[in-house]
C-alpha cells in the first residue's frame, strides 16, 4: 500500500525512508525516478533496497534506505500521473476492478529465512501473496512459505516481499 512521502522537497522531488530496515512505499508524482540525494548511511542501490513500482505509482525502499527521488526524464509529473491513471483505467476494463480494490487496502512486508531456518514474520493478514522474490531459492506456498492463525512463515532459505490483508 502506498502511502504519502515523508517529506516533499518541492514539487519535483519525494523523500522516502525505510524506518527500521523495514520495506516502505511513498507516492510519487513521477514514473522515472532516481536518487539524487542520499539520507541514509545505507547504499541506495536501485532494484535491490529501492526501485518503483508502477502499479501504484510509488517509490519502494528497503533495507535502511532513505533518499530524496526526482523524476530523471524532466517530464511534468501532471501528464505522468495522468498516465498512470489511463494505465490503470484501461488495466480496469480487463474485468479485475475488485482485485485492484483489494490489492490498495495491502500492506507489504520483506520475510527472509536466513541460513534455511524457519522464520516467522509478524502479521495479522489472513490471506497474503508473494509479490517480489528476494532469496536465490524459489518460494512456493505451502513448501517454504505461508500464512497460518500466527502469521507470515518462511522457511528453507525462502525470502521475498509479500503483501497481505
Known sequence: MAVPAHARHDDDSVECRSSGYKYNECEAPFRHPQLVQQLSDTECVVNQNWGYNRDNGAIWVSEGCAGVFADSRGQDSRNDRDDRHSDRDRHDDRGDRGDRNDRSREEVVEC???GY???RCDVSWRRARLIEQLSGTRCVE?????????????DKGCGGRFAGH
Do not use: H, M, P, Q
Not at 512459505?145 to 512463515?153: A, K, S, T
Open 117 to 119: 531456518a524457519f522464520t
Open 142 to 154: 505451502d513448501e517454504n512459505w505461508g500464512i497460518d492463525r500466527d502469521g507470515l512463515w518462511v
Open 112 to 114: 527472509r529465512s536466513s
